[in-house]
Nanobody, 123 residues
């Protein structure tokens, strides 16, 4: 069974930064695309970013492009989301999951989710 453990969330002021980590077990980043999703209270889950296993190419939600950076460390089986210039509207629970990762098929999650990590941006 694939397992994901997200960490790195917390409370940060607007304009601040956080780095989220997602460590996968029984799962290989070199053969599976992986992405970050988020869900704010009362809203649906939305795709934030993804990274392809084959090329390393990345995609981003328009509202976070230029502020967030997704990266991976295959040796550690870990995917990161470096978030800068955080805004209150970034407040959400962030999850990682196996996902599609192309313009034509943007962040369609596949399979299980982790518990998520809470990001709160507030002054």
């Amino acid at each position: 069974q694939v397992q994901f453990v997200e960490s790195g969330g917390g409370l940060v002021q607007p304009g601040g930064s956080l780095r989220l980590s997602c460590t996968a077990s029984r799962f290989s980043l070199d053969s599976n695309h992986i992405g970050w999703f988020r869900q704010a209270p009362g809203k649906g889950r939305e795709g934030v970013s993804c990274i392809r296993s084959d090329t390393g190419s990345t995609l981003y939600l328009a509202s976070v492009k230029g502020r967030f950076t997704i990266s991976r460390d295959n040796a550690k089986n870990t995917v990161y989301l470096q978030m800068t210039s955080l805004k209150p509207e970034d407040t959400a629970v962030y999850y990682c999951a196996r996902t599609s990762c192309s313009i034509a098929d943007y962040l369609r999650p596949v399979g299980s989710w982790g518990q998520g990590t809470q990001v709160t941006v507030s002054s």
